[in-house]
């Protein structure tokens, strides 16, 4: 990595960032060894029913392998024990092989069962998997795009969406982890019985040995897991990072700005961050690991100096003796799969928690509205005494506005900076809800109506908006589309001035607007600027709101849309929000905000003579 040069000011670390409030809480901190363990069954329930939602065949059958593997285990070990007598007993090798073949023979039938079956459960778990991946994943994104917009600006959010994708993220591995535990399971309790049929002595001392390898394992899952939880504000800044330093999009901003050295290195010290924390949990783990395999160890060597006094004591016979060996390596072996795979499916319980979390939270932020219908057209829009905080803002945005617009005409409505104008459109369109006071349309609060009937009579052109990555056409409709012919959408294109721009484009309107993508072309900012009004025009809306539509747009381009906007004033309400106080002048009224609150309100000529700030912004404007 290129450092910045050493005469150049050192940039500063990357601001720590945490957020206050229950939710920086870890919340497995405080919950002891007893209780995670306990978890599992319930995780295990929990995976099983998502499957069971997914494909019940799939379910059936991983279940019927789960117990065709143990009854075959069973099988393979006391046939095991069967053909041990014979085999280690006296007598020519013939006779001892003859009467050894029945239980070798189930033998080679269990070993072969048991494989086919596991062959079928990894059958059973790839139809699941993918689907079950692409429904939590898809939930995820559905729960992000329906909660009340005001839940992005709540403390946090971000960072519990960042939490709840590494639970869609374990959905990938959850059921082969869980399949695998099991079987194991399945296997260890079998071999487990077989043992302690053969002598009652042996079970305990072998509990004993895997004991702290299962302790150890979900020990180091829950140092793992706090220091994923510690690390969850900076992964998220890291790939927000990440993303806007290599999206061609901002690719000249990075570049003239001579931000690259400054990108890269806080990049870098994000990364380091997240290692430190990593490598400042080594210790630990290593700790545990030491004293677990200590532990597990000592306990093995007990268990098989008991088997030798057993058999050197003749209080069993060698061939239960040689039985008993393959049993304990058959216990170890499927002891270390459960500990593995039951770690594993512990720490996915805790992503699950998470994302489970994040989704009850969504589904508790998503409206909780009326269902009353909005009728188009809108004649009326009223707002009486509006107020609006943003969370955990000391100050209103919006601050007791009273305002009526009626269809047929235009409001423009202006202001310095942050004196609350987006806001107020966002509370006319119900976006957001007035903490005070209401919004209502045609007489219904905008608390009580149902946000899809209003919003398909709103046509938004907001300041920063979307450049989708889709073709030309479908920028002009999406959200809309009007079924056959493109003679709407031309038109569209026509209001806005872009025929000649997208008739020059290679494939005209099928043409993909993403520069990134193979055969993609892309607009100039001025162009994506008339593409977003001509969008909002094709949907024709009752309610038509431009937050800044031409902040990008060469002279004519600008005049154009106001034009446009005046020709179709007639059928809607317009609501023009601009800094260009010339642009008011196809206004029927005009109000100004400051702090949130409307301190002037009149036509274009009336408040030129007003001799307020309106007319002192005007001056200002006109003396460049
Ligand atoms: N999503 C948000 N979360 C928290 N605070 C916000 C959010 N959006 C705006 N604000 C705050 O609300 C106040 C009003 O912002 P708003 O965007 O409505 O102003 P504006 O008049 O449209 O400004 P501009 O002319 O710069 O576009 C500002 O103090 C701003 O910091």
Redesign the pocket.
């Known amino acids: 990595m290129t450092r910045p040069t050493a005469q150049a000011v050192p940039p500063p670390p990357p601001a720590e960032i945490t957020f206050s409030g229950h939710q920086s809480v870890n919340p497995l901190g405080q919950a002891g060894f007893r209780a995670l363990c306990s978890q599992l069954p319930a995780v295990l329930r929990r995976i099983c029913v998502m499957a069971w939602r997914i494909d019940r065949r799939a379910v059936v059958l991983l279940l019927v392998c789960q117990l065709v593997t143990g009854v075959s285990a069973a099988a393979l070990l006391t046939a095991t024990a069967r053909a041990m007598g014979p085999l280690l007993g006296s007598g020519a090798v013939g006779d001892r092989l003859r009467d050894a073949l029945p239980a070798l023979a189930v033998v080679a039938a269990a070993s072969g069962v048991a494989r086919a079956s596991v062959a079928l459960a990894t059958y059973a778990e790839r139809r699941i998997t993918p689907r079950l991946t692409t429904e939590t994943d898809c939930a995820l994104v559905e729960a992000v795009c329906r909660v009340e917009a005001a839940a ?2 709540v403390d946090g959010f971000a960072d519990r969406q960042e939490a709840a994708e590494m639970g869609v993220m374990r959905t990938h591995v959850m059921v082969t982890d869980a399949q695998r535990f099991m079987a194991a399971l399945i296997r260890m309790v079998t071999a487990c019985g077989v043992l302690s049929v053969l002598n009652p002595l042996m079970l305990p001392l072998l509990l004993l040995a895997v004991a702290p390898a299962g302790a150890g394992a979900v020990l180091t899952a829950r140092v793992d897991y706090e220091i994923h939880y510690a690390n969850i504000a900076d992964r998220t800044v890291r790939g927000m990072t990440r993303w806007w330093a290599t999206t061609p999009k901002y690719a000249d901003e990075v570049r003239a700005n001579g931000m690259t050295d400054y990108i890269l290195y806080w990049y870098r010290a994000l990364s380091e961050r997240v290692d430190r924390r990593s490598l400042s949990a080594a210790p630990r783990t290593l700790r545990i690991a030491l004293l677990s395999s200590l532990a597990g160890g000592a306990f093995l060597v007990l268990t098989w100096v008991a088997l030798a006094w057993l058999t050197a004591s003749g209080r069993i016979a060698p061939s239960v003796a040689a039985t008993a060996v393959i049993a304990v390596q058959t216990t170890l072996a499927a002891l270390s799969q459960v500990v593995m795979n039951g770690a594993a499916v512990f720490h996915t319980s805790l992503y699950l928690s998470d994302m489970q979390a994040f989704l009850d939270d969504a589904a508790a932020r998503a409206p909780r509205r009326g269902g009353t219908e909005v009728g188009s057209p809108v004649e009326e829009i009223r707002l009486e005494e509006v107020s609006y905080h ?4 000391e ?1 209103p ?2 601050d007791g506005v009273s305002l009526t617009l009626r269809r047929g005409e235009i409001l423009a409505v202006v ?10 459109t ?1 509370l006319v369109t119900g976006i957001h809800l007035a903490d005070k006071g209401r919004v209502t349309w045609d007489g219904v609060d905008l608390a009580d109506a149902d946000p899809a009937s209003v919003w398909r009579c709103t046509g938004l052109v907001p ?1 920063i908006f979307a450049q989708w990555p889709l073709r030309v056409r479908e920028n002009v409709t999406l959200g809309q589309p009007r079924g056959a012919g493109d003679d709407e959408v031309w038109e569209s294109v026509d209001a806005v001035g872009m025929r000649e721009a997208v008739e020059g484009l290679p494939a005209g309107l099928d043409t993909l607007l993403a520069r990134e993508i193979f055969g993609g072309a892309e607009l100039s900012g001025g162009q994506w600027q008339r593409l977003a009004c001509s969008r909002a025009l094709y949907r024709r809306p009752p309610l038509l709101i431009l ?2 539509p031409t902040s990008q747009m060469d002279p004519r381009g600008e005049h154009g849309i106001f034009e446009r906007i005046k020709a179709i004033a007639g059928d809607r309400i317009t609501i023009v ?1 601009t ?1 260009r106080l010339e642009n008011t002048k196809i206004a029927d009224h005009i109000v100004v ?1 400051e702090e ?1 609150r409307i301190t002037e309100h009149g036509t274009y000529d009336g408040l030129v003579h007003a001799g307020g700030s309106f007319a002192d912004l005007l001056r200002l404007s006109q003396e460049r």
Request: aromatic share 8%; glycine share 18%; no cysteine.
């Open positions: 992005y600006a943003y969370p955990g803002k100050k945005a919006v202001g310095v900076n942050g004196s609350g104008k987006s806001t107020l966002r300041q937050d800044e929000v800094h905000l949130g």
